[in-house]
């Protein structure tokens, strides 16, 4: 798929990015599809401070509390992968819109069982969980169709847009939730959960996106595509900085989400409105932050902005392990929810534009991967911590922890716009053979000869290693560089690809800023252009 029509950037366009939240809303799809998204999400948070809550009843053990936000988040380590090779490989807005029918079943389903009063802690687990593995199945195909509704230059904007839309249900979601467990029952949250997806279904139906011409090329099957995925995040060293610094974050602020129930009810001693109410505080402080991005981005630059944004979480650890007034926990959820808008949207930002579109749904679940996967241990650890060591202790050695990261993590840089250009170049003419290669005849070997004169021999050896990982993460699996031991200057670079069909492949997923490396690596020849032959296995005829 690509971008609809009317959201089609012109080549000039993609390089001043922005980050207003505001800018996105100019794209009718955008905004139809965000203002689905929100009502959606509302659902989903009266859900999760509704499931938050009835667990405290059920169980008043912190670990067992703490196993609803790993119920929540196990789901997205564990099936993020291949979902993202889904989205890389079928019609992604068919996948969302299967996937968000498949959840409304089970949302209704999880709301009868608590209408009749048949929930046991297994009980409502099992239904998070199950949630969950919906939500992971649709989070990297949610996230790789932003680029289809706004503009490259505008993708930091659109990000910025989603990160406010989260948040105001985030807001909206938890009081609402608590106002009406109050008013309507333990149940009115779940029913609602189960009615909001008819938003994002109806968005989805409505959407008509623009047909890719595509590649040509069959689609790749998912246990390969998986397999590509996983090499191409191994050698995109701007990929593998970004969840690096997503771990150092989000393994320590799950502490908050993960004890926040407990600190509303035991440590505060207040009821359902209250959770709802500090939950509420996180969303307004996310959108507060929001709102303030696109400064601190300017003033402070990506990095920068992920450690105020890490030392902004740690505060916040800090005041909820001393909260035991109402005033001062929603002071502290207001500084967690400006500080967690801070670092994930430009985390965010940063997978997004370190991707080429080919890959992006696979890049994308390599983060939500990340991303719940620090979550999930995050959230069961500090769980133990506040049963062996109390709710003050495990808020206070989150807190250190994330200060720690910030130092620990800093050599990794994040990407902050739009000035990698990952645009497909088509400079690699495809190969001409004189013989017959089916698609799946494999493996096969490529070599390109270069002749470079004696003097550049220091200055070419580097740059030839970035090509290098180049050819790794666009599909091979093996490469090295040789020097002729018997003519001075004479370098022959092999490569392997697993088939003759995943070589055709690679030729279309180099990049303009590939081609630049290329280019470079050329003009250290002696000739106009490198030699280069393609060897494929040889076969016995079939019998």
């Given at each position: 798929?690509?971008?609809?029509?009317?959201?089609?950037?012109?080549?000039?366009?993609?390089?001043?990015?922005?980050?207003?939240?505001?800018?996105?809303?100019?794209?009718?799809?955008?905004?139809?599809?965000?203002?689905?998204?929100?009502?959606?999400?509302?659902?989903?948070?009266?859900?999760?401070?509704?499931?938050?809550?009835?667990?405290?009843?059920?169980?008043?053990?912190?670990?067992?509390?703490?196993?609803?936000?790993?119920?929540?988040?196990?789901?997205?380590?564990?099936?993020?992968l291949p979902a993202g090779a889904l989205a890389d490989t079928v019609d992604k807005r068919r996948l969302l819109i299967g996937c968000e029918i498949a959840l409304t079943f089970v949302a209704a389903a999880s709301a009868v069982l608590v209408e009749l009063n048949l929930v046991t802690p297994p009980v409502l687990l099992l239904?998070?969980?199950?949630?969950?593995?919906?939500?992971?199945?649709?989070?990297?195909?949610?996230?790789?169709?932003?680029?289809?509704?706004?503009?490259?230059?505008?993708?930091?904007?659109?990000?910025?847009?989603?990160?406010?839309?989260?948040?105001?249900?985030?807001?909206?979601?938890?009081?609402?939730?608590?106002?009406?467990?109050?008013?309507?029952?333990?149940?009115?949250?779940?029913?609602?959960?189960?009615?909001?997806?008819?938003?994002?279904?109806?968005?989805?139906?409505?959407?008509?996106?623009?047909?890719?011409?595509?590649?040509?090329?069959?689609?790749?099957?998912?246990?390969?595509?998986?397999?590509?995925?996983?090499?191409?995040?191994?050698?995109?060293?701007?990929?593998?900085?970004?969840?690096?610094?997503?771990?150092?974050?989000?393994?320590?602020?799950?502490?908050?989400?993960?004890?926040?129930?407990?600190?509303?009810?035991?440590?505060?001693?207040?009821?359902?409105?209250?959770?709802?109410?500090?939950?509420?505080?996180?969303?307004?402080?996310?959108?507060?932050?929001?709102?303030?991005?696109?400064?601190?981005?300017?003033?402070?630059?990506?990095?920068?902005?992920?450690?105020?944004?890490?030392?902004?979480?740690?505060?916040?650890?800090?005041?909820?392990?001393?909260?035991?007034?109402?005033?001062?926990?929603?002071?502290?959820?207001?500084?967690?929810?400006?500080?967690?808008?801070?670092?994930?949207?430009?985390?965010?930002?940063?997978?997004?534009?370190?991707l080429p579109d080919w890959v992006r749904g696979r890049g994308l679940a390599m983060f939500v991967t990340v991303f719940f996967g620090a979550m999930t241990a995050g959230s069961a650890l500090w769980g133990q911590l506040a049963s062996g060591l109390g709710l003050p202790e495990a808020h206070f050695i989150a807190a250190a922890?994330?200060?720690?990261?910030?130092?620990?993590?800093?050599?990794?840089?994040?990407?902050?716009?739009?000035?990698?250009?990952?645009?497909?170049?088509?400079?690699?003419?495809?190969?001409?053979?004189?013989?017959?290669?089916?698609?799946?005849?494999?493996?096969?070997?490529?070599?390109?000869?270069?002749?470079?004169?004696?003097?550049?021999?220091?200055?070419?050896?580097?740059?030839?290693?970035?090509?290098?990982?180049?050819?790794?993460?666009?599909?091979?699996?093996?490469?090295?560089?040789?020097?002729?031991?018997?003519?001075?200057?004479?370098?022959?670079?092999?490569?392997?690809?697993?088939?003759?069909?995943?070589?055709?492949?690679?030729?279309?997923?180099?990049?303009?800023?590939?081609?630049?490396?290329?280019?470079?690596?050329?003009?250290?020849?002696?000739?106009?252009?490198?030699?280069?032959?393609?060897?494929?296995?040889?076969?016995?005829?079939?019998?």
């Amino acid at each position: 798929m690509s971008l609809p029509n009317e959201n089609r950037a012109s080549p000039e366009s993609t390089t001043a990015p922005t980050m207003s939240p505001w800018v996105a809303f100019r794209y009718k799809t955008f905004t139809v599809v965000w203002i689905a998204t929100v009502v959606a999400n509302v659902g989903t948070w009266m859900y999760n401070a509704a499931s938050g809550w009835l667990m405290t009843s059920l169980a008043a053990d912190p670990l067992t509390v703490s196993l609803v936000q790993v119920a929540s988040s196990l789901p997205m380590f564990l099936f993020a992968l291949p979902a993202g090779a889904l989205a890389d490989t079928v019609d992604k807005r068919r996948l969302l819109i299967g996937c968000e029918i498949a959840l409304t079943f089970v949302a209704a389903a999880s709301a009868v069982l608590v209408e009749l009063n048949l929930v046991t802690p297994p009980v409502l687990l099992l239904f998070t969980f199950l949630l969950g593995a919906g939500a992971a199945f649709t989070a990297p195909a949610w996230q790789s169709v932003v680029p289809q509704l706004v503009p490259k230059k505008d993708l930091a904007a659109a990000v910025a847009s989603n990160g406010v839309g989260v948040n105001i249900s985030r807001a909206i979601g938890p009081a609402l939730g608590g106002v009406v467990i109050g008013g309507l029952g333990i149940a009115a949250p779940f029913w609602f959960n189960a009615l909001s997806n008819f938003a994002v279904i109806g968005a989805l139906l409505w959407w008509k996106p623009t047909p890719s011409l595509g590649s040509g090329l069959p689609p790749e099957r998912l246990a390969g595509a998986m397999v590509v995925g996983f090499r191409h995040a191994r050698y995109n060293p701007n990929l593998r900085a970004t969840l690096l610094r997503a771990v150092a974050f989000f393994f320590f602020a799950s502490a908050y989400w993960a004890l926040l129930p407990l600190v509303a009810r035991n440590q505060i001693a207040g009821g359902p409105e209250l959770y709802g109410v500090l939950l509420g505080a996180i969303g307004v402080g996310a959108v507060v932050g929001a709102f303030t991005l696109s400064w601190l981005k300017t003033s402070l630059g990506p990095d920068r902005l992920v450690a105020a944004g890490t030392a902004g979480t740690a505060l916040s650890l800090v005041l909820l392990g001393v909260a035991h007034q109402p005033g001062l926990g929603i002071a502290a959820c207001l500084v967690a929810g400006i500080s967690w808008i801070a670092v994930l949207a430009t985390i965010n930002v940063s997978v997004q534009v370190s991707l080429p579109d080919w890959v992006r749904g696979r890049g994308l679940a390599m983060f939500v991967t990340v991303f719940f996967g620090a979550m999930t241990a995050g959230s069961a650890l500090w769980g133990q911590l506040a049963s062996g060591l109390g709710l003050p202790e495990a808020h206070f050695i989150a807190a250190a922890g994330a200060i720690a990261g910030i130092a620990l993590t800093w050599p990794w840089k994040l990407q902050g716009g739009a000035s990698i250009d990952l645009a497909p170049s088509m400079h690699w003419p495809a190969p001409i053979l004189n013989i017959e290669a089916e698609a799946d005849r494999g493996p096969v070997l490529v070599t390109v000869e270069y002749l470079i004169a004696p003097d550049k021999r220091d200055t070419f050896l580097p740059a030839v290693m970035a090509l290098g990982l180049q050819r790794r993460r666009d599909g091979a699996y093996a490469w090295d560089i040789f020097e002729d031991a018997a003519q001075s200057g004479r370098f022959l670079e092999t490569f392997m690809v697993a088939s003759w069909l995943e070589h055709l492949r690679q030729h279309q997923r180099v990049t303009n800023a590939d081609r630049v490396v290329q280019d470079a690596i050329r003009n250290f020849g002696a000739t106009a252009e490198p030699k280069v032959t393609h060897l494929i296995a040889a076969r016995p005829p079939s019998e």
